[in-house]
């Protein structure tokens, strides 16, 4: 069986404060993407700051659960992080 992936938004594009298709995204396995909370629905009433973090702290948990090695996923995660902030849409 082939593995596919697939990307996704971190911070999910329909609650994100930047143009549709611009936001930041990671390349998951589909099964994966599929047990995300945002997959097929939209989270509401919360920044980009609480966006973001919601969706790193499952993704931590999603990859974990899913036998990723912990210093890779770590480091790719920072990553997002990091740019997300350079994107902008953050308030202090």
Do not use: C, W
Request: hydrophobic letters at 30%.
């Amino acid at each position: 069986m082939k593995t596919t992936y697939t990307p996704h938004h971190v911070i999910q594009d329909t609650v994100s404060v930047n143009s549709h298709g611009k936001g930041i995204t990671i390349n998951l396995r589909k099964d994966i993407h599929l047990q995300t909370e945002t997959y097929g629905s939209k989270r509401t009433g919360l920044t980009n700051r609480q966006n973001l973090a919601s969706d790193i702290l499952e993704l931590r948990v999603l990859l974990k659960n899913n036998g990723y090695d912990r210093s890779v996923f770590n480091a790719q995660l920072n990553e997002l992080i990091k740019q997300n902030k350079v994107l902008g849409g953050f308030e202090k």
